[in-house]
């Protein structure tokens, strides 16, 4: 049990955690060269100095009874930690697209229709590649739970937010051992995707397939940063101002309270498919929306809020950078806590499906971006495909950073259609709401009709990629013609 105060002071120490991170970052070159986030350096930090690595040595050494035994932080403090990955990740994704231009379907299509073929062909595969390996390796080996087939598409194209936001539904459906190989795996998936991608883009840049040139980077600092945004018109900026003018409150609190907002939309949507399973397909014993976690309804309650404002003319009450930073400091929060909370006893337990779901996902994102986007992008493959193989092995921001490690200047305009891919993908997989759903279809149904469900959809997209191939193929043709 905890009351307000332990909260309070676990928040304090987060936010401590945080400061100290930046700190050994600034100091590590090597860290520096991962291009990891103080987030993963905090989390680390805590997870060393709690119970399972400083508390192990002490109690090892001194006895269970020494100071220090059970770490340095109490116990009150990990137990709000714990909880805190699945509450924040709501807050996280929410945000995702308020003050996002949202068009329409079919012009987002126009401009991203290869950046969203090969971003759902690298995610579908996870789920066939784990499920493949489930079943003749896994289970067969080391007796796994059927629901590590989901683990790969969790952890590495969900992240550590999208793995510590589903403990509760992986905990709910018997896989106690899950939400920490899901965090083993997003770790591992976020550090390979740099490593990968910058051998990659160095590899690249001598075989001169970087047709965008950049100036050669040599420190990390020379990087633009990730929360960086385009102004805005002097017009928007007129309109916020008459929206806010005698408003005795915070702009801050005004956006988060939209946040706030687009998550009870998402509450109010999930509770809906609840009591409507209930009435309906529940009623045969298949219960899936049970066991599906609030964070992807709160996408889609975002997604609405920021429709409402446009079409009340009220969007400019959101103000971008400060959404960045609620949502930044959410993550912050889901990835130090997850991190601090994660069971190393759990990963060595399960090593070998750990290794092996590891060695599996990274060949997948590296051997398809190797093969498939020469083919599906008819220019600037290497540009384009580059952020999505980053953020199938970690993260959006891992996409960006890459994107910009090979194009800061966006010359190849793959940063547009990165960003319009988000609408078509956001909502489905990567933290939406297959990744929330295929634990519990997995549980219901077994292995094998999600294969044929997931490699139906992975073959769809391999499809649509061919006809979009060859549909650029004759443009080409016609151009060359014309000329």
């Not at 930690?81 to 509450?87: C, F, G, L, M």
């Not at 390979?192 to 075989?207: E, H, N, P, Q």
């Not at 609840?274 to 996408?299: D, H, N, Y």
């Not at 806590?337 to 779901?357: D, E, K, P, Q």
Request: with cysteine; aromatic share 10%.
């Amino acid at each position: 049990m905890f009351n307000l105060r332990d909260v309070f002071f676990a928040f304090i120490t987060i936010a401590i955690l945080v400061l100290v991170g930046r700190y050994i970052k600034q100091k590590s070159p090597w860290i520096q060269r991962l291009y990891l986030p103080e987030s993963i350096v905090a989390g680390v930090l805590a997870l060393l100095l709690g119970p399972q690595v400083l508390g192990a040595i002490v109690s090892a050494l001194a006895g269970p009874d020494a100071p220090l035994a059970q770490g340095t932080f109490p116990e009150a403090m990990r137990t709000v930690w714990s909880q805190s990955p699945s509450i924040f990740i709501n807050i996280v994704f929410a945000a995702l697209f308020l003050g996002e231009t949202i068009p329409g379907p079919r012009e987002i299509w126009r401009k991203a229709a290869p950046q969203v073929v090969f971003g759902q062909t690298l995610a579908w595969g996870q789920y066939v590649i784990g499920i493949l390996a489930t079943l003749l390796i896994l289970i067969p080996l080391f007796g796994a739970n059927p629901i590590a087939s989901c683990l790969i598409e969790i952890g590495f194209e969900g992240g550590h937010g999208t793995a510590g936001g589903m403990a509760d539904t992986l905990r709910s459906l018997g896989f106690d051992d899950g939400p920490d190989l899901a965090l083993g795996l997003a770790t591992v998936g976020i550090v390979s995707g740099i490593v990968c991608g910058t051998a990659l883009a160095d590899w690249a840049r001598r075989k001169g397939y970087i047709r965008s040139m950049p100036q050669t980077v040599e420190d990390p600092g020379e990087f633009p940063e990730l929360t960086e945004s385009e102004p805005e018109p002097p017009e928007f900026q007129r309109r916020r101002a008459r929206l806010m003018h005698n408003l005795l409150i915070d702009p801050l609190s005004i956006n988060f309270g939209l946040v706030g907002l687009a998550v009870a939309i998402g509450w109010l949507i999930l509770e809906g498919l609840k009591l409507l399973e209930a009435a309906t397909w529940g009623q045969t014993g298949f219960e899936i929306m049970s066991f599906v976690p609030l964070f992807p309804m709160a996408l889609i309650g975002g997604i609405i809020v920021q429709l409402v404002l446009e079409r009340l003319r009220l969007h400019p009450l959101v103000i971008k950078p400060l959404m960045k930073s609620i949502a930044g400091v959410s993550l912050d929060v889901v990835v130090i806590t997850a991190l601090a909370s994660i069971s190393l006893t759990v990963i060595g337990g399960n090593l070998g499906t750990f290794l092996t779901l590891s060695v599996l996902g990274i060949l997948w994102n590296v051997l398809i971006f190797l093969w498939f986007a020469p083919r599906i992008f008819p220019d600037y493959w290497f540009e384009k495909g580059i952020g999505d193989m980053g953020q199938s092995m970690g993260v959006t921001a891992t996409g960006i950073l890459l994107l910009r490690m090979v194009d800061p200047d966006n010359r190849s305009g793959a940063f547009e259609s990165f960003a319009y891919k988000q609408l078509f993908f956001e909502p489905i997989v990567g933290g939406g709401l297959f990744t929330a759903a295929a634990p519990a279809l997995v549980n219901q149904f077994g292995l094998i009709p999600v294969l044929l469900l997931t490699g139906g959809l992975l073959l769809f997209w391999l499809v649509a990629g061919y006809l979009l191939i060859k549909q650029h193929r004759r443009q080409r043709r016609r151009e060359i013609t014309h000329v």
